[in-house]
C-alpha cells in the first residue's frame, strides 16, 4: 500500500493504532481509505473536508491534525461505525466515517446528513477538552461499563446539541436507539430516567464512571 504518512495513535483507553495516510488535503488533514475498494475523488474528498472543517468551527474544535479514515458502508472491525477520539496528546483528531456507494453516510434518512458529522465532532471536542480520555479500539471484556456510559455520555451531546440549536436526534429516539444496544442490561424506563439526568449536561468520563459504581 502506497501512503504519504503512517500515524501512531497512542491512546489512554483501549489499544493503540496506526492511520495509513492516502493523501492530504491542505497542511492539515489527511485521508485513509483503501483504494482496491474505495476511491473517492479528489474533489469529493475536499468537498468532505470542507463540511467537516464547517462543523469543527461550529463546534469549536481546533485540532492541530485531523486524520479522516473512510470505510466502505458495512465494513466490519473495529471501525466499522462512525467513530471520533484523540490521540493522548491531542494533537491528532481522527474521525472514521462510512460510505454507502451513493455517496451517502450511510445513516436513517429522516435522521439530517449533517447529524452525524456534529455527533461525533461532539464526541472529539469532549476528548478534546480532556472531560473523556483519549481511546482506541477496547474490549468489552475489559470494560464492561463501556456500553452504558456511552449511552450517559450520547444524552449528554444530543442535548448539548439541542441547546446550542444544531443538528441531534431527538430525545425520544435517543433513548429508543440506546435501549437498542443496552436491551439486555438496562429497562427503558431505567434509561428515561437516565436521559432527564444527563440530557444537555456538560459530562466527564470520571463523573459517569463515579456515577455508576456501586457505593
Ligand atoms: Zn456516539
Not at 200 to 212: A, H, I, N, R, S
Request: net charge neutral.
Amino acid at each position: 500500500m502506497i501512503h504519504v504518512k503512517k500515524i501512531h495513535i497512542k491512546v489512554e483507553l483501549g489499544i493503540d493504532f496506526y492511520i495509513h495516510v492516502m493523501e492530504e488535503i491542505g497542511s492539515n488533514f489527511g485521508i485513509q481509505y483503501v483504494p482496491e475498494i474505495y476511491k473517492p475523488s479528489h474533489s469529493d474528498l475536499q468537498w468532505l473536508v470542507r463540511r467537516i472543517e464547517r462543523v469543527m468551527k461550529d463546534l469549536k474544535v481546533f485540532p492541530p491534525y485531523v486524520a479522516l479514515m473512510l470505510y466502505e458502508w458495512g465494513s466490519i472491525g473495529a471501525f466499522g461505525t462512525p467513530m471520533c477520539g484523540m490521540d493522548k496528546h491531542r494533537k491528532i483528531l481522527y474521525l472514521s466515517l462510512q460510505y454507502t456507494t451513493h455517496g451517502g453516510f450511510g445513516i436513517p434518512s429522516e435522521i439530517h446528513e449533517d447529524w452525524i458529522l456534529y455527533h461525533e465532532l461532539m464526541h472529539g471536542k469532549d476528548v478534546f477538552e480532556r472531560r473523556f480520555p483519549s481511546s482506541g479500539p477496547y474490549s468489552q471484556e475489559k470494560y464492561p461499563k463501556m456500553g452504558l456510559i456511552t449511552a450517559l455520555w450520547h444524552f449528554s451531546i444530543e442535548g448539548r446539541l439541542e441547546k446550542i440549536g444544531k443538528p441531534h436526534k431527538p430525545k425520544e429516539r435517543t433513548i429508543q436507539d440506546e435501549h437498542f444496544w443496552l436491551r439486555e442490561s438496562v429497562t427503558k424506563d431505567k434509561l428515561q430516567q437516565l436521559c432527564e439526568r444527563f440530557w444537555g449536561k456538560e459530562v466527564t468520563y470520571d463523573e459517569l464512571t463515579t456515577f455508576l459504581s456501586p457505593s
